[in-house]
């Protein structure tokens, strides 16, 4: 346990959350990674889009003394699944603070996916996408008991060859 972690609520994202989120999303994209991206504005402002995510999935936040970071909770089938099948929810987007993380918040908001998947009715795994630079979350997903699946690694881009997302798979 992280000496933070009692202090971290995990709760539903509020409107009142959705531009501090939006900017944590799209900074820690920017710091991990997303330059693999290219010139990518168009998927920054899905980054910062939480209104947009939020009508359409479930939008999680960790909270202390303001947001600390978020993530995506989405149950198959919807309009924000990338790769979940029949029987899987995926998680999207995690995100930290750069000043909060090492604290535990991101993996209390992978864990409060986790125990969300438990509680949908016929899900079985839990599964989600990742880029090859974002290796503080790819930690949290082995500690907690995910496993890589690279038979089902793909490329958001095709044109650009080399920005293959990493996918991770947890059996409930």
Known sequence: MHTHTMDI????????DYDALGDITAQAYLQDGLLDFGESDTYLGELRDVAKRAAAAEVLVAVRDGVLGGVTFVPFPGPMTDIARPGE????????????????AGEALVQACLDRARATE????????????MRAAHRIYERLGFVRTPERDWNPLPEQLDITLLTYQLTL
């Open 9 to 16: 609520q995990i709760r539903p994202a509020d409107p009142a």
């Open 89 to 104: 929810a995926e998680i999207r987007m995690l995100a930290v603070a750069g000043a909060a993380r090492g604290q535990g």
């Open 122 to 133: 016929g899900c079985r795994a839990v599964v989600l996408s990742t880029q090859r630079t």
